[in-house]
């Protein structure tokens, strides 16, 4: 497993290696602002300066309040092309009965070595805190700790805080935090790998605001975490706004599934999934039409 994880991280730094030519000495790997909006191009929200995709708090307040869950997220972004967005294998959940949503930050660790953790750190000063340090409210710090338990602990309770303070959101580490009950009174919600009693070691701070691999899933920077009880999943920017859309209508249309279903006059197949009878088929298109109105 270390070896395999050890090809993923080398394979990454060859690629950013390549994507980047002009990396200037004792500097994390990163993607200009220019750079950034051309992989992420196919989104027309407004911008962070650092390139990142804004999705509206608006929109990202619906995904919140709205009983929406992965299952309604996962077929719109497979049909759209983005087949590999889930990731839920054996996550730790901190806080689950919370809803994680926010415009990922992305943070990259490799195992270090000391030519690597000299070059790109010759001052001594970068950590955890250079990334924890650049977040905005609505962020949700997505960490590549590449499964690092024992000294891979991004947080304990007083960072955790910070980041809880500063984004209003939560983490996905795919490392480990310690000071565990402290961080959950707190309320914040995290996916976690596992907890260790050890502060933050043999591990290069080595990208902010990259591509990064958590689990199955290359992460963009920008994407729209979702996180519900068990898994996470990533949104691409330009696809969020339709699935809100596609699911207030959903919503609408099972509201008055069950209406019809409450008076007691009808077999499912009559109503579900699609009204066979043409006065009722107008009435449930007239009723989502009436709610997508009001909103």
């Known amino acids: 497993m270390k070896r395999i994880q050890m090809n993923r991280q080398s394979s990454t730094f060859l690629w950013l290696f390549l994507l980047v030519p002009q990396l200037t000495w004792a500097q994390l790997w990163k993607l200009t602002p220019e750079e950034l909006t051309k992989l992420t191009a196919k989104s027309t929200f407004e911008r962070f300066s650092d390139g990142r995709p804004k999705v509206p708090d608006a929109l990202l307040q619906k995904l919140r309040t709205m009983d929406i869950g992965i299952e309604d997220i996962i077929g719109p972004v497979r049909q759209a092309g983005f087949t590999s967005q889930y990731e839920g294998n054996s996550w730790k959940r901190l806080n689950p009965d919370k809803k994680l949503v926010g415009r990922a930050f992305t943070v990259q ?93 043999g591990a290069t701070l080595t990208g902010i605001n990259i591509p990064v691999q958590i689990g199955d899933v290359t992460v963009m920077p920008g994407d729209v975490v979702f996180g519900d009880r068990d898994s996470v999943f990533f949104i691409p920017p330009h696809l969020v706004e339709q699935i809100v859309t596609n699911f207030e209508s959903t919503q609408a249309r099972f509201e008055w599934i069950k209406k019809k279903f409450d008076e007691g006059k009808y077999k499912s197949s009559d109503i579900y999934g699609r009204p066979r009878d043409p006065a009722l088929l107008k009435e449930m298109e007239e009723y989502i039409k009436a709610k997508q109105t009001k909103k």
Do not use: C
């Not at 000063?125 to 602990?153: E, H, Y």
């Not at 996905?172 to 402290?182: K, Q």
């Open 109 to 201: 660790f490799m195992p270090s070595r000391p030519d690597l953790t000299e070059g790109l750190d010759v001052r001594g000063k970068l950590r955890n805190q250079t990334a924890i340090d650049m977040l905005q409210p609505g962020d949700v710090v997505v960490v590549d700790l590449f499964g690092k338990q024992q000294s891979g602990t991004f947080v304990g309770d007083k960072l955790a805080y910070y980041v809880w303070k500063t984004t209003g959101t939560g983490m996905i580490i795919d490392g480990a935090m310690f000071y565990l009950s402290n961080i959950e009174k707190t309320g914040m919600p995290a996916f976690y790998r596992g907890t260790h009693p050890s502060s933050l070691s």
